[in-house]
T-cell receptor, first 111, second 114 residues
Framework: LAKTTQPISMDSYEGQEVNITCSHNNIATNDYITWYQQFPSQGPRFIIQGYKTKVTNEVASLFIPADRKSSTLSLPRVSLSDTAVYYCLVGLMEYGNKLVFGAGTILRVKS | DADVTQTPRNRITKTGKRIMLECSQTKGHDRMYWYRQDPGLGLRLIYYSFDVKDINKGEISDGYSVSRQAQAKFSLSLESAIPNQTALYFC?????????????FGPGTRLTVL
């Protein structure tokens, strides 16, 4: 299993860009990098997924360097409603038990 | 209506009781999963099923069993509940194609074992 390391918590202010970095030194060739968001007492929600370089969707961007040993989730212009836990996952769900949710990063957005 | 529903949403039970948590989905997905989450921790996979005839153990299956009654229904049972099974339980689904790791989660069942 690819182990991930991400900061325990981060603070930001409304309107700022937030970057959360995840380390995954032993990522396997077939592994994808996936980020989820979780609000209190709710199930996680898929944000974005990538394999290499850069992926962008309507809510976030994901930057993956060439060696794929780390990745950065970028949230543009955060608001108070972006306060949540963000999980970095590395794996491939084709083999179910290879997808592991770590402790995640608690992002607190302040006004 | 929610695509992934879980019943009950909250349950308090006693040590030694058998309890079943149910999950239903209207997304038409073949793949279903059960996770548990403990305070301050991430989610851990208990069981997963890639189709009606396929059941697989996850990271922490001891003390749990599952039943895939239909494509849309996946139940988790605790045969003899114990206090350290007190947790938040989530069911999830995926379609196994396209975005590989995209799962859709239910609202969760908060289980307390006294």
């Amino acid at each position: 299993l690819a182990k991930t390391t991400q900061p325990i918590s981060m603070d930001s202010y409304e309107g700022q860009e937030v970057n959360i970095t995840c380390s995954h030194n032993n990522i396997a060739t077939n592994d994808y990098i996936t980020w989820y968001q979780q609000f209190p007492s709710q199930g996680p929600r898929f944000i974005i997924q990538g394999y290499k370089t850069k992926v962008t969707n309507e809510v976030a961007s994901l930057f993956i360097p060439a060696d794929r040993k780390s990745s950065t989730l970028s949230l543009p212009r955060v608001s108070l409603s972006d306060t949540a836990v963000y999980y970095c996952l590395v794996g491939l769900m084709e083999y179910g038990n290879k997808l592991v949710f770590g402790a995640g990063t608690i992002l607190r957005v302040k006004s | 209506d929610a695509d992934v529903t879980q019943t009950p949403r909250n349950r308090i039970t006693k040590t030694g009781k058998r309890i079943m948590l149910e999950c239903s989905q209207t997304k038409g997905h073949d793949r279903m999963y059960w996770y548990r989450q403990d305070p301050g921790l991430g989610l851990r996979l208990i069981y997963y099923s890639f189709d009606v005839k396929d059941i697989n153990k996850g990271e922490i299956s001891d003390g749990y069993s599952v039943s895939r009654q239909a494509q849309a229904k996946f139940s988790l049972s605790l045969e003899s509940a114990i206090p350290n099974q007190t947790a938040l339980y989530f069911c999830a689904t995926s379609d196994g194609s396209g975005t590989y790791n995209e799962q859709f989660f239910g609202p969760g069942t908060r289980l307390t074992v006294l």
